[in-house]
């Protein structure tokens, strides 16, 4: 698939999907507690935000990629559960060149897409800061690692397994305890 094909879609389609290389991937949805501690985890990174520098905070929306793009031509986006950005221009498409953050809530078929795929592939395309969310069985927030991106090789590093609570450092400080993910 093109990006041309794929802005031709109708939008209740076009959320169904990512695009890697070309290829179209079904993306099942999570369950309403997975919703749930995404959107309540954006509105408080929403309010921990400085004012300056301007950055957004926004949920499943498209990142496309650019340097994957730059090395072989082909169209690829993934939808992040959460995606911290500087600020864009309105209308403009966000890339990876704009993402601060990005957060994958862990669903059931998701595992090895969040936890391998998307670590590499976020990594590469030089997001500074990925969180994994993993939810129990009863689906509550379990603990949250947070990767940060090593520069030089352009791998994610884990350097923290929040338990209770997030504290972040970058791309600003927040704190955001679990007991307010669960609702």
């Given at each position: 698939m093109t990006e041309a094909d794929y802005d031709l879609l109708p939008d209740d389609l076009r959320k169904l999907i990512e695009v890697i290389d070309g290829n179209i991937i079904r993306c099942q949805s999570g369950s309403p507690e997975h919703s749930d501690v995404a959107r309540r985890l954006?509105?408080?990174?929403?309010?921990?935000?400085?004012?300056?520098?301007?950055?957004?905070?926004?949920?499943?929306?498209d990142v496309h990629f650019t340097r994957r793009r730059n090395r072989d031509g082909?169209?690829?986006?993934?939808?992040?559960?959460?995606?911290?950005?500087?600020?864009?221009?309105?209308g403009t498409k966000l890339t990876t060149n704009d993402a601060l953050l990005v957060v994958e809530v862990v669903s059931p078929g998701s595992g090895y897409t969040d936890t391998v795929d998307k670590l590499a592939?976020?990594?590469?395309?030089?997001?500074?800061?990925?969180?994994?969310?993993?939810l129990d069985a009863r689906l509550y927030v379990k603990m949250i690692h947070e990767y940060r991106l090593d520069w030089a090789t352009r791998v994610y590093r884990l350097v923290d397994t929040h338990q209770e609570a997030v504290v972040l450092e970058s791309p600003f400080p927040a704190t955001v305890l679990f007991s307010q993910l669960d609702g």
């Open positions: 954006a509105n408080h990174l929403e309010a921990a935000k400085p004012a300056e520098p301007c950055t957004r905070v926004s949920t499943d929306v082909a169209f690829s986006f993934r939808r992040p559960n959460v995606t911290v950005y500087r600020c864009v221009e309105r592939e976020y990594a590469y395309e030089g997001i500074p800061v990925y969180l994994v969310v993993h």
